[in-house]
């Protein structure tokens, strides 16, 4: 499970085997927040990220049942589950769940692509990898989704780097061949410099956007261990990182 603070101070708790509490700190008091499950998948739903947007409303991403948003000021609640063919949602298990700075959703989920959400016509353009086309996403497995100082737009995947394009709807893709120790990329951050700090299962590497160059650094040079856990990366008010591993 994991915690969340919103913007009132309050706070999410989500437990991994299902369910959703509330605590008001004012009040010292909890609330049990249920997830109505779809009608497709009947159930306990177990919430697997969770953002707050711009307009100060929830969205919980699940394991299995798609995205959903609830308003704390009215109440109201939107599950956004159509057909994929209508513009649905392709992603069921939801592993990332991020806001622009035009306030645009993204979702990535465990196999089935990239996700961006268009509220003015309440649909998702989905973006999938083609063995065929160079310029998609190098992976359907999405692990993060991060925007730069920039505004540049960056997926981590199970299979590399990806900058998106908004112009052209398109993605380059940096991996192994490039200088990636790894191609599972598990955490980004941005350090003062503007570098991008990665995680993967094979250690840890700065990358420079503006040259496209990789310094990798492993056990040798300090790590906790290469390998790294998904989405497990914090950068405080001083600018210092941290990237959880298995042992650290």
């Given amino acids: 499970g994991f915690i969340f603070e919103d913007r009132d101070h309050d706070i999410w708790i989500a437990n991994h085997r299902g369910g959703l509490s509330l605590y008001n700190k004012q009040k010292n008091d909890f609330y049990n927040f249920k997830i109505h499950s779809s009608t497709e998948r009947p159930g306990k739903v177990t919430v697997s990220k969770i953002l707050q ?139 003062g410099g503007g570098n991008l700090w990665i995680s993967t299962t094979i250690g840890l590497s700065k990358f420079n956007p503006s040259d496209k160059t990789f310094r990798n650094y492993g056990m040798s040079d300090g790590l906790q261990g290469n390998y790294f856990n998904r989405v497990s990366s914090f950068k405080n008010k001083n600018g210092r990182m941290f990237f959880g591993g298995l042992n650290g």
């Fill in 53 to 191: 947007d711009r307009k100060g409303r929830i969205w919980f991403g699940t394991f299995g049942d798609g995205v959903s948003w609830y308003d704390k000021k009215t109440g109201q609640f939107k599950h956004l589950r159509k057909p994929v063919k209508e513009g649905g949602l392709s992603n069921l298990t939801v592993c990332a769940l991020y806001e622009d700075r035009k306030g645009i959703i993204w979702v990535g989920g465990e196999d089935d692509g990239l996700n961006v959400y268009n509220e003015q016509t309440d649909s998702f353009t989905h973006y999938k990898h083609d063995p065929k086309n160079p310029k998609s996403i190098s992976h359907d497995r999405i692990h993060i989704i991060y925007e730069d100082k920039k505004g540049n737009l960056w997926i981590g995947t199970h299979g590399g780097l990806n900058l998106f394009n908004p112009k052209t709807q398109t993605f380059t893709a940096f991996g192994v061949k490039e200088g990636l120790p790894n191609e599972i990329v598990l955490a980004i951050l941005e350090d």
